[in-house]
């Protein structure tokens, strides 16, 4: 392909035919001939022409056919006319159909020179144009289908988001946002103030666009019964402020957690301080050598142990908890055999057992093995058999079961002991609850054992009850969904 331009010149005059391409040739542009508009509609089909110089008269198939036939399935091809002075009519008629220009025989190679390159002209210039439409076209697809991922992108996001131009108006928002600031529906390009009922968030943006320069606003903001993190940044384009962007993000949880987490520190600051301050006490008493007596003195030293006891056991409940909450500590499941673990522990006990001279009757069916974690279960266990040991009377006894009960496997530890009242048996679960009567006085505990329990419990998708009468004992069942531990070994 020719990239000056290809031309086409048809004419029954082989002298014009010949003259027309000689001059042509020298121009640098490719060009064919033909005789009659049958052998230039071969041409056309067969080869890639840019510019056909067409005579008017012709054989076989006119001029004018020729330049309709073009017009119509060559639309591309600039057709330019010769013709003689008493065709001058036809060529007008023909420019008017479609033709670009006509060159008058006789011409000169100046002449024909010009008209040639003007129609080229014409035909780079139409196909310019038509590239830049394209262009255009597929940039505007491009530009929908843009932003037409972009709402899709905002509208998912669980964050807020609004946008406003310069002059303070709404021009864009996601779901979320309109949602939590109940948006109307017809609140688009709407003054903010109309838009958004909300005077803290109107006050942020407003205060940032008058600003005029790039930064950020933050603020902490209490929206219905939630509460919500506000950025208000400013949007710069070509270092100009040309609106603000506001996302709002739900911390209802985060801020519920922190103050939960406040109140269970200064829980356990409380837990730790009251021993503390015993033991202290006690030192004071025995170093300023006001307890002079030895028995005394060896009472209080006694004492002193016991909530030094106390502390550990509260910190190494804290321990059991922190270790709960840790993703880093993982489970070690294997399958265990719980009525080997529940004879060693009970073992273990017996000698507080018997300083209250307290029986435990233990009872254990055959059960299939139970995949666990080994601590987490002697955890469940031992804070079960410990209470039913410290909450009971002299010479009373605990009973241990293991056995299956429908889908779960059960471990349940009765006491004889002194029972929970009614309107505590809810509480007992909770961190640092402990019943406080007369009974319960004198008896050490962090109030954290039970808590440990259920998490444990819950941990295993398992559940815990209680059952109590005041004065006659507490009996404490867990279940375990066999389905999911059970293994068969
Ligand atoms: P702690 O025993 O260290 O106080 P727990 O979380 O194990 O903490 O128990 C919470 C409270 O529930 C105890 O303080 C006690 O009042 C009550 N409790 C638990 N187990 C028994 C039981 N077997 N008999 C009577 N009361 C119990």
């Given amino acids: 392909m020719n990239k000056k331009g290809s031309v086409l010149v048809v004419d029954d005059e082989v002298s014009i035919c010949e003259g027309c391409k000689k001059i042509l040739l020298k121009e640098g542009l490719y060009v064919d001939t033909a005789k009659d508009g049958l052998e230039a509609k071969e041409k056309i089909r067969r080869e890639k022409f840019d510019l056909v110089l067409v005579d008017l008269k012709l054989p076989q198939l006119s001029g004018e056919d020729l330049l309709h036939w073009l017009h119509s399935s060559n639309p591309d091809i600039v057709p330019v006319v010769i013709t003689g002075y008493p065709s001058f009519d036809g ?37 310019e144009m038509r590239r830049l439409r394209e262009e255009q076209e597929k940039n505007l697809k491009l530009l929908s289908q843009e932003r037409t991922k972009l709402k899709s992108v905002i509208n998912s996001m669980t964050d807020g988001v609004l946008v406003v131009n310069r002059l303070g108006e709404l021009v864009l928002y996601n779901c979320a946002a309109r949602q939590i600031l109940n948006l109307e529906e017809r609140c688009l390009n709407r003054p903010l103030k109309e838009a958004v009922g909300n005077d803290l968030l109107i006050g942020m943006i407003n205060s940032l ?18 509460n919500y993190l506000v950025n208000v940044a400013a949007v710069v384009d070509d270092g100009k402020l040309i609106g603000a962007v506001a996302s709002l993000k739900d911390i209802t949880r985060l801020r519920r957690f922190s103050e939960t987490k406040l109140a269970f520190l200064s829980m356990v600051s409380h837990e730790i301080r009251s021993p503390l301050g015993v033991i202290e006490g006690y030192l004071d008493l025995i170093l300023k050598g006001i307890v002079k007596d030895e028995q005394q003195i060896k009472d209080m030293m006694k004492k002193a142990k016991e909530r030094a006891q106390t502390l550990r056991q509260l910190v190494d409940d804290l321990l059991s908890l922190a270790r709960m909450e840790s993703e880093r500590v993982k489970k070690e499941l294997v399958p265990l055999d719980l009525r080997k673990i529940i004879s060693e522990m009970v073992d273990l006990y017996q000698d507080k057992a018997e300083e209250k001279n307290i029986k435990i009757n233990i009872n254990l069916e055959k059960i299939p093995a139970i995949l666990m974690d080994r601590n987490d279960f002697i955890l469940v266990f031992t804070n079960l058999l410990d209470n039913a040991i410290k ?20 471990l349940r530890v009765e006491d004889t002991g002194i029972g929970i009242p009614p309107e505590s048996r809810e509480r007992i679960f909770d961190e640092f609850y402990r019943v406080k009567n007369e009974k319960t006085r004198r008896i050490p505990g962090t109030g ?31 279940y375990l969904p066999l389905e999911n531990f059970a293994v068969e070994v």
């Fill in 91 to 127: 060529a007008v008629t023909a420019v008017k159909e479609g033709a670009y220009d006509y060159i008058p025989k006789p011409f000169t190679s100046g002449e024909l020179r010009r008209v040639v390159r003007r129609g080229l002209e014409r035909k780079w210039l139409i196909q």
């Fill in 391 to 410: 909450y009971n009377v002299k010479g009373g006894s605990v009973n241990i079961y293991i056995k299956k009960e429908g889908p779960d496997l059960c």
């Fill in 448 to 478: 954290l054992g039970l808590s440990i329990v259920q998490r444990i419990v819950k941990a295993y998708q398992g559940r815990i009850k209680v059952d109590s009468s005041e004065g006659r004992g507490s009996v404490f069942s867990v």
């Fill in 209 to 226: 666009l008058a600003k005029q320069k790039k930064m950020t606003l933050s603020q902490e903001m209490d929206i219905d019964d939630k």
